[in-house]
Every structure is written in structure tokens, then in C-alpha cells.
């Protein structure tokens, strides 16, 4: 084996090794402090899927998503949906177009949605833990 194909072949697995290591952020839910609803990860999923409109406490629900692009969100679509980031895409343009529903409203960043969550008692997101603050409350999906 030539050298710089096995220079090559070690750099690829590096960058696979990385890409896979950033695409695992620690994801948690979070809601407004003062938020007392129970939430399992069946809730969350039918929130964000459009098809629950109301918190168990009777509550209208303000889901938001990330963008396409965050790593949390590809994190949130795999591990708490079940289904992969393009699936969801997928599944939100046929809601869409059938005029059945609208996706969440999508924001650029962990800050964003820490923002919005600590200011609307309605409002449920996900954030990578390490952002997480005191203005918000994690929800445990076990």
C-alpha cells in the first residue's frame, strides 16, 4: 500500500469519526419554567408532528424547531421522532400541500429557542444540554 493512499484513508476516517461525533449532541426538551404539564417522548413526538395542538394540562402547544442545518435538530429527528431529517421534510410538504397542517416554526440557534421558550409559557423546544439555563425547564423523555 502507497503511502498517500494510506494517508488518505486514515484522513477519511477521521473526518467520519468527527462528523459522526458532532452529529451526536446531547439534545434535551425544554419548556417554560412555569409549565406543568406531563410530557412523555410520545407527547413530544405528536407535538412536533403536528398532531397534538394542546399540552395534557389543556395548554395550546408553541412547538419550535431548529433549523435543517443544526446539529440538534438532525439529533431531535433521529432520536426523539424516529425518523430522519429528510423523513420529517418529507412528511411536513405532504401536510403542507394537502393543506393539513404547518410545520413548527423554525429557528437558527440554541439561543434562539432558549428566547422564546423563556418567554412563552406555551412554547416546548430542544436545545443541546450544554446551553441549557435557569430560564427554562428540561423535560425527561424516559
Request: no cysteine; aromatic share 8%.
Amino acid at each position: 500500500m502507497h503511502i498517500k493512499s494510506f494517508t488518505k484513508i486514515l484522513t477519511g476516517i477521521a473526518v467520519g469519526y468527527s462528523i459522526s461525533f458532532f452529529s451526536l449532541a446531547d439534545v434535551v426538551v425544554v419548556v417554560h419554567p412555569s409549565n406543568d404539564a406531563a410530557l412523555s417522548k410520545k407527547a413530544v413526538q405528536r407535538i412536533f408532528l403536528g398532531k397534538e395542538k394542546k399540552f395534557s394540562n389543556g395548554k395550546e402547544v408553541l412547538p419550535v424547531n431548529q433549523t435543517p442545518s443544526s446539529s440538534a435538530r438532525d439529533s431531535f429527528d433521529t432520536n426523539t421522532l424516529g425518523r430522519s431529517s429528510t423523513q420529517i421534510a418529507a412528511y411536513w410538504s405532504k401536510l403542507v400541500f394537502t393543506g393539513k397542517g404547518i410545520p413548527p416554526k423554525e429557528l437558527d440557534n440554541d439561543a434562539a429557542v432558549l428566547a422564546i421558550v423563556a418567554d412563552n409559557q406555551n412554547a416546548i423546544g430542544y436545545v443541546d444540554s450544554a446551553s441549557v439555563s435557569d430560564a427554562v425547564k428540561v423535560i425527561s423523555l424516559n
